[in-house]
């Protein structure tokens, strides 16, 4: 019993995963690395460990932003947050803004034989669709809008609606919602 509460239980997962980010990204800064260096293990670790210890179930409830602040995100009040950041993201997400599921908000990828690393800002109000790409370096306005499945790269103006792949303008935000509340 002991062991499992020092190992297996969820404090325990929280505790490991908060442990190994706070220490394994110490001053962790936007930037292109080596894809070969110790960053890109230490940031493939981490993710990998958040993938263990599952916490993507945490999506959509009370807990997520909890999570993503205990793991480094800010995360402004009232967001609702259905995709848990992941661990070591450099992640700003405003207050009362919407992440749908499945959007990948990692803030890291590989490029050829570079890790890019960059931040994530999401504004206030913003609302971002499922399955949408951040791409690093991605600023969403106060209040835009993303539609479902784009990927985003660059800024995104306040107010304004985009889609597609690339992200391009479609509208101004909201102006597909009913002119009154159901």
């Known amino acids: 019993g002991a062991a499992w509460v020092l190992f297996a239980s969820p404090p325990a997962h929280i505790a490991l995963q908060l442990?190994?980010?706070?220490v394994l990204l110490r001053g962790l800064k936007p930037g292109r690395y080596s894809r070969y260096s110790s960053l890109a293990?230490?940031?493939w670790f981490v993710d990998r460990l958040a993938e263990v210890t599952r916490f993507?179930?945490?999506g959509g409830t009370p807990w997520a932003d909890r999570y993503a602040r205990l793991v480094g995100a800010d995360v402004g009040e009232g967001a609702r947050l259905a995709t848990v950041p992941p661990a070591g993201a450099l992640l700003h997400?405003?207050?009362g803004a919407t992440v749908e599921s499945n959007v990948d908000m990692r803030g890291w990828w590989i490029d050829g034989?570079?890790?890019?690393v960059g931040e994530i800002r999401i504004g206030a109000?913003?609302?971002i669709g499922s399955r949408a790409l951040l791409n690093p370096g991605a600023v969403i306005g106060d209040g835009a809008e993303i539609e479902v499945g784009p990927v985003v790269s660059g800024e995104i103006p306040a107010g304004e609606r985009w889609g597609g792949a690339p992200a391009r303008?479609?509208?101004a935000?909201?102006?597909n919602w009913p002119a009154e509340p159901p």
């Open 19 to 22: 442990v190994c980010t706070r």
């Open 41 to 43: 293990a230490r940031l």
């Open 169 to 171: 303008r479609t509208g």
């Open 56 to 58: 993507g179930r945490l």
């Open 93 to 95: 997400i405003g207050a």
């Open 173 to 175: 935000a909201g102006d």
């Open 125 to 127: 109000g913003a609302r």
């Open 113 to 116: 034989q570079e890790l890019v």
